[in-house]
């Protein structure tokens, strides 16, 4: 069961949307040349209430970049962001979403946020991604999206360590890079812990 996990391919997380990662639109057509390659595609949707507690605009003097602690767990405060059945919460138009089989949402909880597709920040509750796996009999999984250092890092460490055999499949990721050096230093901590780093797909 080859499974390829795409994470967070959404209007917010490309140029023009409210968390715009640098060309994250190039992962469009990696995405959409590998889907087909595989038995199971399951996509991550960043999912978040208006409200969300990870939204700087939710705190009395707190910025976009900041770092806060919100019941007790450091969060970065990002700016309003993937808000449930907004525009900036859709996929990309132009990912041929009809080859993706099931859809994962996280961030719903407005009291903690998930980079994550397995797991809440605080490593409390869980989505449906590993249930959905084991179901399927997937041991193996290949992860691409946005953003390298967040969404796509947490997902591969958790990947790894429920004991799936993972790849990183880095032409299909794109950072945000908020300090020189971020992406660089998330696939190396996603590669000595037992990724495996594809350089070209
Ligand atoms: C993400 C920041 C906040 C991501 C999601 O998808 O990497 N980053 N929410
Ligand atoms: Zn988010």
Redesign the pocket.
Known sequence: MKTLIL??I?ND?VPGGA?A?ANGDEVLAVANRLMPKFDLVVA?Q?W?PADHG?FASQHDGVKVGDVFSFNGVDQ?A?PD??VQNSYGAEFVAGLESHLIDHVVQK?TNQLI???SGFFDNDGQSTTRLAGLLKQHGATEVAVM??????????TVLDAVKLGFKTKLILPGCR??ELQAGDIDAAVEQMRSAGTAVMRAC
């Open positions: 994470v967070d959404q997380f968390l990662v991550t960043d978040h990870s970065i990002w962001h993937c961030g946020d998930s980079y999206g946005l953003a390298t250092d967040y969404c796509v890092k947490f950072g945000v």
